[in-house]
């Protein structure tokens, strides 16, 4: 089974931009349908984007124009480009697979055991 640790959250200024970087081991992530989610404490959680093996990408509609994913294999990482970030993209970041899943509406809709990293908080202010 893969394990997922994500990393490169922190605090930007309204319009800045950050890459979230979400490192797995254990397994190939190529193997899996991954995707990026957000929590807001007392809020349902968000999918964000979403990616499957064949590069099959989705953006949620509320990051589209802003927000990128992207597989690097060789580095066995996923990653989430934000850019002219927002207030409310506030939340804690994080990463989940599934072994097989669909790609579309900003996420990934997993079949069977799911995996997901701690998260990496953004701060926008």
């Known amino acids: 089974d893969v394990q997922l640790v994500e990393s490169g959250g922190g605090s930007v200024q309204v319009g800045g931009s950050l890459r979230l970087s979400c490192v797995a081991s254990g397994d190939t992530i190529s193997r899996y349908c991954m995707g990026w989610f957000r929590q807001i404490p007392d809020k349902e959680r968000e999918g964000v984007a979403g990616i499957d093996h064949r590069n099959t990408a989705s953006v949620a509609n509320s990051v589209k124009g802003r927000a990128t994913i992207s597989l690097d294999t060789a580095k066995n990482t996923l990653y989430l480009q934000m850019s002219n970030l927002k207030p409310e993209d506030t939340a804690l970041y994080r990463c989940?697979?599934?072994?097989?899943?669909?790609?579309?509406?900003?996420?990934?809709?997993?079949?069977?055991?799911?995996?997901w990293g701690q998260g990496t908080q953004v701060t926008v202010s």
């Open positions: 989940a697979a599934w072994h097989g899943g669909d790609v579309y509406d900003g996420s990934c809709y997993g079949h069977g055991d799911q995996f």
